[in-house]
T-cell receptor, first 113, second 118 residues
Framework: RKEVEQDPGPFNVPEGATVAFNCTYS??????FFWYRQDCRKEPKLLMSVYSSGNEDGRFTAQLNRASQYISLLIRDSKLSDSATYLCVVSPLNSGGYQKVTFGTGTKLQVIP | DVKVTQSSRYLVKRTGEKVFLECVQDMDHENMFWYRQDPGLGLRLIYF???????EKGDIPEGYSVSREKKERFSLILESASTNQTSMYLC?????????????????FGSGTRLTVV
């Protein structure tokens, strides 16, 4: 089983729709979770961290389900500019030094007019 | 904002050539990383460094080496380029401080070098 798994998509959604992606992880010791966004032929950029209590940033909501070992990203009122690949990132938390992070392979979102 | 700069956006090299990919960051971060990204495989860690002159192998170090002589610069070296090293190479930088709720934490990537080995 892969350490981090994502549905590659593509998810084709109309403008204004709500879309959600999940990302499952296999290491129950994982403690830090993030969503990155990667535009075509560009570098990944941090979109948001995922906190235990869930968190929201405008139209974006991230949630963590430890029991089922997955994180989710919900995008409301999709915009054309949301079209990108969304990578989930999982990391164990240790006291310092290097924390090995694992990147998912990404879910591609295409918002269509 | 942290800036991570990779010296080349596109490179074409011949099989057997020695290739240097340079990466510079301007935020005094201790941790620096080299990844390659391939379709369907995602980002795979080649090498990382958590301090000057320190280096650790990642998941796929074979055929690569690195150099960290100065804190701001982390170089990836392909000793003898091969066609299976054709890929997008991404350098990243990160603060080593443990994340906490509300803290700003994460990798900052350079814009990538698309290397083609012919």
């Amino acid at each position: 089983r892969k350490e981090v798994e994502q549905d590659p998509g593509p998810f084709n959604v109309p403008e204004g729709a709500t879309v959600a992606f999940n990302c499952t992880y296999s290491n129950s010791a994982s403690q830090s979770f993030f969503w990155y966004r990667q535009d075509c032929r560009k570098e990944p950029k941090l979109l948001m961290s995922v906190y235990s209590s869930g968190n929201e940033d405008g139209r974006f909501t991230a949630q963590l389900n430890r029991a089922s070992q997955y994180i989710s990203l919900l995008i409301r009122d999709s915009k054309l500019s949301d079209s990108a690949t969304y990578l989930c990132v999982v990391s164990p938390l240790n006291s310092g030094g290097y924390q090995k992070v694992t990147f998912g392979t990404g879910t591609k979102l295409q918002v269509i007019p | 904002d942290v800036k991570v700069t990779q010296s080349s956006r596109y490179l074409v090299k011949r099989t057997g050539e020695k290739v240097f990919l340079e990466c510079v960051q301007d935020m005094d971060h201790e941790n620096m990383f080299w990844y390659r990204q391939d379709p369907g495989l995602g980002l795979r860690l080649i090498y990382f460094s958590y301090d000057v002159k320190m280096k650790e192998k990642g998941d796929i170090p074979e055929g690569y080496s690195v150099s960290r002589e100065k804190k701001e610069r982390f170089s990836l070296i392909l000793e003898s380029a091969s066609t299976n090293q054709t890929s997008m190479y991404l350098c990243a930088s990160r603060s080593p401080h443990s994340p906490g709720q509300g803290s700003s934490y994460g990798y900052t990537f350079g814009s990538g070098t698309r290397l083609t080995v012919v």
